[in-house]
């Protein structure tokens, strides 16, 4: 994540963490006060960490984009504003002409299975609300009609391929993926070719008309 795009997040709403104002009372003021504090010091009360999921999934990002098909666009590096609300704001991984898309590459086979097993709206609202509420509130940003999960965990074979372009990107990000140079295939997620599942899978539904209100207006409630 660039230092733009964190600049940009400072303080404000993000689609990433929007689940946090729909559901229960507590973690939504304590989300609030966390925005408040973060626009009193002017930076993020997180620290830039790189864990193994986080730089797993970035890495898998771009191998992903390669399998889709041309009207397929990447935007994971920008933020977008919403036009009303400059407190509310999004980074979606990416679009087509009607779909805003969230890429997820689970570092555990059960968080994998789990997701790929998701095969509804009202499934996916209710066992992953983050994952819901993000692609709602990224449909909204971006003006789509309907969004796209797309879940991926590579064969064993082309792990080597991962591995290989880990040691290949940009000098200054190296550092994220060193653990990589020494990981065993085990210590991996890995899924094998011919059985059950396959590395690339698409979700894609309607985005609900009344959860896009719902979510706007519980934006407009909100002063920051």
């Known amino acids: 994540m660039s230092i733009q795009l964190n600049k940009n997040r400072i303080g404000n709403i993000s689609s990433s963490n929007i689940h946090k104002l729909m559901g229960a009372k507590k973690p939504r003021e304590t989300y609030l006060t966390e925005l408040s504090y973060e626009r009193r010091l002017g930076r993020s009360l997180s620290n830039e960490t790189t864990s193994k999921p986080t730089s797993w999934g970035h890495l898998l990002e771009g191998i992903v984009f390669n399998q889709l098909g041309f009207e397929y666009s990447l935007v994971s590096d920008e933020t977008i ?6 407190y509310w704001c999004g980074s979606p991984d990416g679009y087509t002409i009607d779909s805003v898309i969230d890429i997820k590459c689970p570092f555990t086979l059960k968080s994998f299975v ?5 095969k509804d709206i009202e499934t996916l609202k209710y066992e992953r609300p983050e ?6 509130s990224n449909s909204i940003l971006l003006g789509k009609q309907f969004a796209e999960l797309i879940v991926y965990c ?3 074979d082309d792990l080597g391929i991962i591995k ?4 290949n990107v940009d000098a200054q990000d190296l550092y994220k993926y060193y653990w990589l ?5 085990e210590e991996i997620p890995y899924i094998l070719p011919g059985e059950e599942f396959i590395d690339l899978n698409i979700f894609k539904f309607e985005v609900p008309q009344e959860d896009k209100e719902l979510l706007t207006e519980t934006i407009k409630s909100i002063k920051l």
């Open 181 to 185: 140079g020494s990981a065993t295939n």
């Open 114 to 118: 789990e997701l790929v097993d998701i």
């Open 154 to 156: 590579p064969y064993e």
């Open 81 to 86: 504003k919403h036009p009303q609300f400059d």
């Open 164 to 167: 290989h372009h880990a040691q």
């Open 131 to 136: 994952y819901y509420w993000q692609l709602v």
